[in-house]
Structures are given as structure tokens and as C-alpha cells.
């Protein structure tokens, strides 16, 4: 099974503009996220970013942290994803996105084996419900199935474009990612970085995690920051926008 890792990543944000960048324990969100994923066992990796001139920085960040970079249409995030899966032809794609500093490599791996082991009819595998906080579990897709979504969404629809995979959601549905069952679940929490009050829980929460952040897991986070509910309250106000209007 061939596997691409891609994350989408834009310096252009409505509520914080170049969040990707963003220092965090001293070094850009961008770069910690790629540390953070350093033992995944993938056959490619992308940084999928728009060709407009800003982002001329997020791709020499992505080249220079060994990320392979596709630059493609701003709006049309979905198109990035196509022009990679045409460039490598993997059958699995997990589409991480460049504001969620908490994703690790042992979710990733959850993803990759659930969808090993996936019958055929299966084409995205994504968090089930609200089990996990907001932004900690990327989603995994079958390649085929993001080529069929660039030819089938209609010209009106273009918020399916910019999400990637909602088009696949709505048409096929999605299977849950099969984690170990004493993971400890954490609905409530939110764990993206789009507002200013995101990005500051984040970084109280990283510097939680000291020299120990390239490789702490989901568990050991949920132990650190239940004893520090006032980290934990720093965005718990925010809410997320609606997918047509994000």
C-alpha cells in the first residue's frame, strides 16, 4: 500500500494570517508539525501550498524541512491534492493541514493501519464523531476516490474544493479510525490553531510538553493538560466556522 503524507498550508488566513509560521517552542507551527511526524513511514511527502506570491515562503519552508511542494490554486485546495496524487500515484493520501500542531505520528499510523485493513468500498477513514478534540486527527482517503471528486463536484459547490474530502463524506461516507480503545476521549477540547486565543492555549500547552515534543503522544498530551484546566479554557469560546462559509 503506497501512502503519501499532504499537508495543506497557505500564509493567507481570515482570523490569523500567517498562523503557518507562527513561532512555536522558538520555531515555525509548519516546522514542528513536520518534526512531529518524523518516524511516519510514508512513501512520499508534500506540502501542497497556492501558487500565489506569499506562499513563495511556505514553499521554501516545505523544501528546506525535506518536504516535496506542490503549488497549485489558492481556493481550489482540492486540485493541489489531484496534481499530487497524478505526480505519485499513491493509493492512500492522509491530508493533514498546517494549523494543527498537536497531530503526531502515533495517529497517523492509527490511519494508515485502519485503512490496510479496509474493504475495498471504504474510501476515507477520519475521527469518529467527537471523540478526539478538534484538529488532532488528520483524515486518510483513497487516492481514486479524490480524482473522481475533482470530476463530479459541480461548478457550484466549490466549499467541497476547498475541504478536500467533504465531497467523498457526503457521497460515500467515512469510516472511524481505529485507535487504541484506552485512549482517553476529549470532545470538548480544541486542539487547531485559527484564532488568536487557539494559538495561545497551543503555546502554553507546548511548553507543557518541554523537551518531550517531538515525540509525546495523545495520551501522555490528555495526562498533561487535565491537570491545567486554565490551558485548557484559553480557547474553549472559540468556535468553528461552518464548511460552506470557511
Known sequence: MKVALVMQARMGSSRLPGKILAPLLEQPILSVI???LGRVAADNAWIATSREAPDAVTAAWGSALGW???R????DVLSRFTGIVRACQPDWVV?????NPFVD???VECLVETARRAPASVALIRSAGAAFPLGYVPEIVRADALLEAEARIAPDQGFHRSHVTSWVAETAGAQPV???SEWPRQPGWRWTVDTEDDYRMAT???GLWRDDWTSIGYPEMVRRLSAHPEIVGLNAH?????LEES
Open 34 to 36: 513536520v518534526r512531529r
Open 68 to 70: 516535496r511542494v506542490f
Open 72 to 75: 497549485g490554486d489558492e481556493a
Open 95 to 99: 491530508r493533514l493541514t498546517a494549523d
Open 105 to 107: 505520528a502515533g495517529i
Open 178 to 180: 481505529e485507535c487504541p
Open 204 to 206: 502554553a500547552a507546548f
Open 238 to 242: 472559540v468556535g468553528q466556522k461552518d
